[in-house]
Every structure is written in C-alpha cells, then in structure tokens.
C-alpha cells in the first residue's frame, strides 16, 4: 500500500493522545470553561492541524529543504508563544464569576497546532516514515489528513473533559493554583521536549 494507514493510525493516536502543547491548552481551557463551552475551541484545534498537513503534503516539505533555517526560526518563534501560552495558564483560575470572561472561541482554537512544534513534527514524521515514494502527494495527504483528523475528533473532547472533571474538584480550593500551574509547567516541558529532545516528539 502507498500509505501505511494502519501503521500511521497507531502512531497517530499515540501522539494525539500524549501531552503535548495542544492538549495541555484544551486541558486547561476545559478546567477554566467545561466541555461545553469549550466546543469551539476544540473543533478549532481539531481542524487547524489541517492547516499545516495539506500545505506539507503537497509541496511545502521541499521547500523546508531549501530553506531550513527559516524553518528553524519558525520552530522557535512557535515555541516562544507556546510559552507565552503557557505563562497565562498558570496564572489563570477556575471560580471565576466574570460574565465577561469567556472561553477562547474557534478561531482561537484554529492557531493552535500551525503554532505547535510537536504538530510540525508529528505529520513531517508522518510523511516521511509512512509513505512510500513515488506515493502521488494528493493522495497520501488525503490519507494522513484523515487518520489524524479521526484522532483528533475522540482524543481532543477526552483532555478537555479531563479538564472539566479536574477543575471540578479544585476550583475554589487552595489546590487550584497548583493545577494551573501543573497545566503550565507542563505545557513548558513538551515544548523543550520537542525542541531539544532529539527524538520523535
């Protein structure tokens, strides 16, 4: 087969469902909002990954061996507001009473993964490891597109909903702070991963 769906499926589902920045930020937007609503940021994060997927597939791998040290600089300009995310987890909290504090909407959701290294990492590693040569772009992106969009849509709603249940067992409590700040340190700890762990993220 031009693709080894099922192969790439398993590690698609291991990677989607791992720590990462991603599902530390749906985590804590589930702790800070519930699943409810926090719908629209999740179908943001699930379909943003799409923006960097198809883009790869058909032609922008190349052009990141042209040009890596663009790349590079892309990859830690990304870490950075990662980072930046990850301060303002920490110091958020759970009992909030301000009726104009609302959950991060779709659009918000939609920036998270083309900003995530691991999620540059993950589908560069996706097409280089699953895809035989010669396979035509359009269709082993269709299929890479699929399997993690499928792994998204189960796994996603589950790190929010982890979130939910969390929070509503700390909120108000001198344990809150310390769930923020669990969420940000490890937000922190998968971004250096992937920047400087050496292996696949």
């Excluded at 799409?50 to 040009?67: C, D, K, N, R, V």
């Excluded at 998270?112 to 490891?129: E, Q």
Aim: proline share 6%; hydrophobic share 55%.
């Amino acid at each position: 087969m031009s693709v080894a769906s099922a192969s790439f499926l398993v590690f698609a589902a291991s990677q989607v469902g791992t720590p990462g920045p991603a599902n530390m930020a749906l985590m804590a937007t589930g702790a800070r909002y519930g699943l409810r609503a926090a719908w629209p940021f999740v179908a943001g994060v699930a379909l943003g990954k799409q923006l960097i997927i198809w883009p790869m597939g058909l032609g922008l791998m190349e052009l990141a061996t042209s040009y890596p040290a663009v790349f590079s600089a892309l990859k830690y300009i990304s870490a950075a507001y990662i980072l930046w995310l990850a301060w303002k987890v920490a110091n958020l909290r759970l009992n909030t009473t301000d009726a104009q504090d609302r959950a991060p909407g779709f659009l918000a959701g939609l920036i998270v993964h083309p900003l995530n290294p691991k999620a540059w990492a993950m589908i560069t590693a996706g097409f280089t490891n699953f895809v035989a040569p010669g396979t035509p772009p359009l269709e082993a992106t269709a299929i890479i597109a699929l399997c993690l969009l499928t792994c998204q849509i189960v796994l996603h709603p589950v790190w929010t909903s982890a979130g939910a249940f969390i929070a509503a067992r700390v909120a108000g409590t001198g344990a809150e702070r310390t769930l923020m700040r669990i969420l940000a340190a490890l937000t922190v700890a998968s971004v250096l991963f992937v920047l400087f762990g050496g292996g696949t993220p």
